[in-house]
């Protein structure tokens, strides 16, 4: 959420064979600007511990939320597995 052009942010747990799973981030951009995948992980990557990074990320319109306001979390999951089937 630091970052200068990103409005919104999700982080998912994701499958991966070495390290048990890693970080997929949901990325909303501010109106207007771009980033890519590699400036948002660099990002992050000169914040916190490496592991705690995410290691891909998907740029998205907006996140899903419930009534609460929370992020749904279980719809960016289904998005995941979407994407990764097709």
């Not at 982080?11 to 771009?34: N, S, T």
């Amino acid at each position: 959420m630091q970052h200068t052009k990103v409005a919104d942010v999700a982080v998912i747990g994701v499958p991966d064979a070495l390290r048990g799973e890693v970080g997929h981030a949901f990325v909303v951009l501010k109106p207007d600007l771009q980033a890519t995948e590699r400036e948002i992980i660099r990002h992050c990557r000169e914040r916190v511990a490496d592991y705690k990074a995410p290691r891909s990320v998907q740029f998205i319109d907006a996140l899903p939320r419930g009534a609460t306001g929370k992020v749904v979390k279980r719809l960016l999951r289904k998005e995941m597995e979407l994407n990764r089937d097709s």
